[in-house]
């Protein structure tokens, strides 16, 4: 049964600092690794979309990286801002099934 | 840019009532899911739906819940008879060349 694990679960940073997430899950035979948002209250806003060929993708201040064999996944915020504060969630797809597992989640905030 | 639609934002109800979500998927996407994050949680799957049927459950989408979509765009789940543990932002998702989008979703409150 595939579990996905966030460290750390809260991470507090002042402004300006690059930080990095990590996700970790038991079983390497994944289709994809997806990276959301969520901010309070609401839903789920996807980031970077690492699909099983790849092993990072990049958008802006964001950069994911994926190493399979390892069962590992790393989200890279450069720069961070006050409006990057939110719980970053990791979820896997497969092996065998389209559905998404997600991890707990890192909790990040960025003091002005 | 297309979205996930649901309604409503937030229910309340009483224990023993049913209830029911609904979601409009990106129109476009083939397959549908529903999760739900019970406060303070993580995110979890209780349902997926391809082609007209269910795909795949969890163990929590025991006999108390179905999904349908009774037309071409709209995929409904349905709890029959709410337990306060039922209490849960529920989110609907679609998903597109691995890519998973969800809804706002709607918050169940089981009083």
């Known amino acids: 049964k595939q579990e996905v694990t966030q460290i750390p679960a809260a991470l507090s940073v002042p402004e300006g600092e690059n930080l990095v997430l990590n996700c970790s899950f038991t079983?390497?035979?994944?289709?994809?690794l997806q990276w959301f948002r969520q901010d309070p209250g609401k839903g789920l806003t996807s980031l970077l979309l690492?699909?099983?060929?790849?092993r990072e993708q990049t958008s802006g201040r964001l950069n994911a990286s994926l190493d399979k064999s390892s069962g590992r996944s790393t989200l890279y915020i450069a720069a961070s801002q006050p409006g990057d504060s939110a719980t970053y969630l990791c979820?896997?797809?497969?092996?065998?099934?389209?559905?998404?597992?997600f991890g707990t989640g890192t909790r990040l905030k960025v003091l002005a | 840019e297309p979205e996930v639609t649901q309604t409503p934002s937030h229910q309340v109800t009483q224990m023993g009532q049913e209830v029911i979500l609904r979601c409009v998927p990106i129109?476009?996407?083939?397959?549908f899911y529903w999760y739900r994050q019970i406060l303070g949680q993580k995110v979890e799957f209780l349902v997926s739906?391809?082609?007209?049927?269910?795909?795949?459950k969890s163990e929590i989408f025991d006999d108390q819940f179905s999904v349908e979509r009774p037309d071409g765009s709209n995929f409904t789940l349905k709890i029959r008879s709410t337990k306060l543990e039922d209490s849960a932002m529920y989110f609907c998702?679609?998903?597109?060349?691995?890519?998973?989008?969800f809804g706002e979703g709607s918050r169940l409150t089981v009083l």
């Open positions: 998702a679609s998903l597109n060349t691995g890519e998973l989008f």
């Open positions: 079983d390497s035979a994944i289709y994809n």
């Open positions: 979820a896997v797809s497969g092996p065998g099934t389209y559905k998404y597992i």
């Open positions: 690492i699909q099983s060929s790849q």
């Open positions: 739906f391809y082609n007209n049927e269910i795909s795949e």
């Open positions: 129109s476009n996407h083939l397959y």
